[in-house]
């Protein structure tokens, strides 16, 4: 249901990634519930930072799709898949208290494909797995936890697309950053 890589990318090439991220020229942007993108400014803490790479027409975005372009190529490889159907970076900063964010999936109208976070720097905030898989009523189901995953710069996570799933924002560090890509 899931696959963990460590030490993914060469070194030279995750600490040119993570050199581009943390750098304080790269374009973030805002976005008010950073599990799903909707715009519910109740939601207090739920915000976070993105830079879409491929758009979900799976169309390049940014200025900086083809340095990433390599990355998205291998983890294609590894999941044994051939399209990319959105990727986009994300970051979530630290907000002084604990905060895990809204349970979700990634597409609601995809039946098949794989969910993947690649993890750029070295923080604390667990991305957790459920057991259960997405239906339209999932919010007033019950879930149990599978896994939680501990950020590690340079780990691969890879999971079936369907998997009800969650990330926290960090309270050891400034921030997290990591990729998150879709591919079937």
Not at 25 to 30: A, D, G, Q
Not at 56 to 82: A, C, E, V, W
Not at 164 to 170: A, E, V, Y
Request: aromatic share 14%; charged share 25%; with cysteine.
């Amino acid at each position: 249901m899931y696959n963990i890589y460590d030490n993914f990318l060469t070194k030279s090439y995750h600490k040119e990634i993570k050199d581009i991220l943390t750098s304080d020229n790269f374009p973030w942007f805002y976005i008010p519930n950073i599990s799903d993108g909707t715009d519910t400014r109740e939601l207090k803490n739920e915000y976070g930072f993105y830079h879409l790479l491929i758009n979900d027409k799976g169309q390049g975005n940014s200025n900086y799709t083809s340095f990433f372009r390599p990355m998205l190529h291998q983890i294609m490889d590894t999941t044994n898949t051939n399209k990319i159907l959105k990727a986009r970076c994300d970051m979530t900063t630290n907000k002084g208290i604990e905060k895990v964010h809204d349970t979700h999936v990634d597409f609601v109208d995809q039946t098949s494909y794989k969910s993947v976070i690649f993890y750029v720097n070295e923080t604390d905030g667990d991305t957790t797995l459920f057991n259960e898989r997405y239906t339209s009523d999932f919010k007033d189901r019950t879930q149990t936890i599978m896994k939680k995953v501990q950020p590690k710069e340079n780990r691969l996570l890879v999971f079936e697309g369907d998997l009800l799933h969650t990330g926290s924002s960090p309270i050891n560090y400034s921030n997290r950053i990591l990729i998150n890509c879709n591919f079937i």
